[in-house]
């Protein structure tokens, strides 16, 4: 009888060891699984920030092709890839601003006068024509200052020989023209021009010996 009590004694002990025990487990179990899954979310949400900040912080070579160009303002237009700029495009302003008729003129003279030229050797003819113009002891028009007859002698020999009417306008020479009516002046106010190897005697005579020369460039002198 008296072993009997004391096995159930025994029995009933380890019955509650064992209940508080597994009580206790899961307190200690939901103490830990709780703060843990708090921890790891804060640490994603952590991560997710400072990805942010180093992709905003990225050397410019690191970012995709798609964030570069984002960055520095082109965007797709197309499906078929085009790319649009996003930019200011200033617009030039030109110095001398010639109807279409005189502009023409300016074109030929250039043309007939330096179409064996350099572009500066015809810049250096249109700068003569324009500074011409500019100055008082000359026509104010293109057309007047290219067709000027002094003494029946014309000022331009290609328009006494007929060359200035045969011409054919080369892109080069536009070019060289467009850069004079933009204010390009390379001639230090040249007023005068001539090719000593084709030119008159006499003519030349005159030119050294009334005039100031400046240089000489390509085929031509120049003076004022």
């Not at 096995?7 to 380890?14: D, G, T």
């Not at 006068?113 to 500019?134: F, I, P, Q």
């Amino acid at each position: 009888m008296y072993r009997k009590s004391v096995s159930l004694l025994v029995m009933l002990s380890v019955m509650f060891l064992t209940c508080f025990c597994c009580i206790r487990g899961v307190d200690i179990i939901r103490l830990y699984t709780e703060p843990a899954e708090i921890i790891i979310l804060n640490l994603w949400d952590l991560e997710e920030k400072a990805n942010q900040r180093e992709k905003e912080w990225m050397p410019q070579e690191q970012l995709t092709a798609k964030e570069e160009e984002s960055r520095m303002g082109i965007v797709e237009a197309t499906v078929s890839g085009q790319r649009v700029i996003d930019v200011c495009v200033l617009e030039q302003q030109y110095v001398y601003n010639l109807p279409e008729e005189e502009l023409g003129t300016l074109l030929r003279i250039v043309e007939a006068e330096a179409g064996t030229e350099d572009e500066e050797g015809k810049l250096l003819v249109a700068n003569v024509v324009l500074n011409r113009m500019m100055n008082e002891q000359f026509p104010d028009t293109v057309s007047e200052v290219v067709f000027q007859n002094e003494k029946g002698v014309a000022q331009f020999s290609p328009v006494s020989d007929g060359a200035y009417y045969q011409v054919e306008i080369s892109e080069e020479t536009m070019q060289a023209v467009e850069r004079a009516l933009l204010g390009e002046d390379i001639s230090q106010g040249a007023l005068y021009f001539a090719a000593r190897k084709y030119a008159d005697r006499n003519k030349m005579r005159w030119f050294d010996e009334n005039l100031t020369y400046l240089f000489a460039h390509g085929g031509h002198e120049f003076f004022k």
